[in-house]
């Protein structure tokens, strides 16, 4: 096992030991009561491992979606029962250090306690009040689907505009269901894009409730072609079962290979496979020259071979043109490139994790479309990313690049958002 996890696992005890101590501390009930509400909590916690441990596929899918709800939930209101807790030790030790007196009529104080929250009925009240305030606003905002407008003018280099929409991280399973899907395909579809991209992730973790549910259909009401890459998620229960459910659903997958499409302005398309494959090519790979075949040039191949899952085009009345390509115009050049960009249309890449972005821009890449940080989700961990990823969330420019890593519009684990938001990102092309 690798340290981290060690690390994390420790840091997880710990916490919730704190958390267990406080809550036995707070709760103004007898110890046997006080024990009930401990090994209930402990269950719920005790659920959110075993979602990993044991796995879910074996259990029926009703009770297997309680067991994922209320497991990884609780997660996300242990991390901030901790913040809680802690921030009311630092005023207790502040009021005893600076010999502040709180009058008794204070909640959730009580004189002689400071803010130590013994057997406290307001004490108790008070941080229920706190956490279902959080909580019921984190699920409200995480239902809120924002739509982010974006427009780039190509000068020229998309024969005629173009309106796509863009998302990432729906971790569609036994959390977000068809019925959630469903409403996002309506607003998808309100938008009358000429594409639809998705920046990996469709799946959380087991592909059983998107079979069950026959999600895949509901992809199908998409009004617009769907090209997508696959994210680290998709790796978690087999590359093969998430390719088969792609192909069922009607997307066209890009692992590591471009699509060139004439009937859509001409727009080239790159989809690079998620790091979780240590073996994916680099991103100049990817972007080259135009050139004739057997003169030294990279003949590109169809999506088809690219995809190893055939998705015939044609469905969609398209034509997709491979002989060409995207390359960066230093050195000699093609007859079509422009300055800072890749062979003379507009190049967009789906890389559904945002590292190494200066090979993005080395590669002459016009617009990298990422996911997967979610930003955290939840807020302070919107902190960590940012110090973890050189672009966590939004839009960043590096050189004659365009980068927009986006919170996604799903979500992993407790279905909420706090500090951030769920959104899908409706990009127009001039």
Sequence with gaps: MKLWVLLF???LLLGCAYVFWHVWRILPLAAVWKSVVLALMAMCFALF???????????????ARVMYNVGNSTLFILLYLFML?????????AVHI?????????LPFREGQGVGLKNSLGGTLTVLGIMLAFFVYGNINYRHKVRVPMEI???????????????????????NTRRDFAKWVDKVNAEKPDLVLIAGDIIDFSIRPLLEENVAEEFHRLQAPVYACLGNHEF?????????????AGIHLLRDSVVTLPDYGNLTIIGRDDRMNRGRKEITSLTPYPSPKGEGGFDTPSVAEANQTPLPLGDWGLQSSHTGGCGPTKGSKSPFATEGSVGGGFCLLLDHQPYHLDQTAEAGIDFQ??????????WPISWIEDAIYECAYGPLTKGNTQIYVTSGIGIWGGKFRIGTQSEYVVLTLK
């Design 9 to 11: 696992l420790l840091f």
């Design 369 to 378: 479309f990422s996911g997967h940080t979610h930003y955290g989700q939840v």
């Design 98 to 106: 600076l010999h502040i007196s709180l009058p008794v009529s204070s």
């Design 49 to 63: 491992i075993g979602n990993f441990i044991i796995g879910l596929d074996r259990f029926p899918l009703p009770l």
């Design 85 to 93: 807790f802690l921030v009311l030790d630092i005023a207790s030790i």
């Design 236 to 248: 978690y229960r087999g590359v093969q079962l998430a390719q088969q459910f792609y192909k069922d």
């Design 153 to 175: 003018d190509t000068k020229g280099r998309v024969t005629r505009p173009l309106k796509l929409v863009l998302m990432s991280d729906l971790h569609l399973g036994y959390h």
